[in-house]
């Protein structure tokens, strides 16, 4: 049993550590900002430049906002991988869950009819795993539980990447199980 949750778990790892620095990469920036966010504070900026500064004082306000869409930027990122890595918990268990049980099963089973009674667990435990990725991805966008990440980036890092998660987490489990369950329930899988 030990061997297979190690299977699983060394998968999960690494396509957890892989999509999550590619998460990284792509919030990088000020240009992954909500391009609405920025205009607003160029607009703030030009009104204030507006009102007779000197050139040196109109460069220092550039800087100045450049540095804080950074720094926002940077918030984004942190509170995206905060989200991302609570919800890659979620296929990590119940691919475990699903591991285990099938592990323990191995020992037992002796016929047919028993190599595929998992099957109805496996179904159940990737739904039940779906359905609550979403609505983590919905706490994610509408409430602050796990930062403003969806309402200061683009629109289609906001909403790709929840939508990502339900993809990456099923093809985890998916793959997770079929490597690490024993050969002899493999029947149990719908793969």
Do not use: C
């Not at 607009?43 to 050139?55: I, K, M, R, S």
């Not at 100045?64 to 869409?69: C, G, I, K, P, S």
């Not at 990122?77 to 099963?105: D, R």
């Not at 359905?131 to 200061?152: Q, R």
């Amino acid at each position: 049993m030990v061997n297979a949750l190690a299977k699983y778990f060394g998968l999960w790892l690494v396509v957890t550590l892989a999509v999550g620095f590619l998460a990284s990469l792509s919030v990088s920036g000020s240009e992954s900002l909500n391009a609405e966010i920025v205009e607003r504070y160029e607009q703030n900026l030009a009104e204030q430049n507006g009102d007779g500064l000197t050139e040196e004082q109109i460069q220092e306000n550039i800087v100045a906002l450049d540095q804080f869409l950074e720094r926002e930027a940077e918030r984004a990122e942190g509170s995206l991988l905060n989200w991302y890595a609570i919800a890659m918990v979620i296929p990590l268990l119940f691919g475990i869950a699903f591991v285990a049980q099938a592990a323990i099963e191995a020992e037992k089973a002796s016929t047919p009819d028993e190599f595929k009674a998992l099957r109805p667990s496996w179904t159940k435990l990737i739904a039940t795993m779906l359905i609550l990725i979403i609505i983590l991805g919905a706490l994610a966008h509408f409430t602050e539980l796990f930062g403003l990440w969806p309402t200061k980036l683009q629109p289609a890092l906001a909403w790709g990447w929840p939508a990502g998660l339900i993809i990456l987490s099923a093809l985890i489990y998916a793959g997770g199980t079929k490597l690490a369950t024993p050969d002899i329930m493999q029947p149990s899988l719908p793969l």
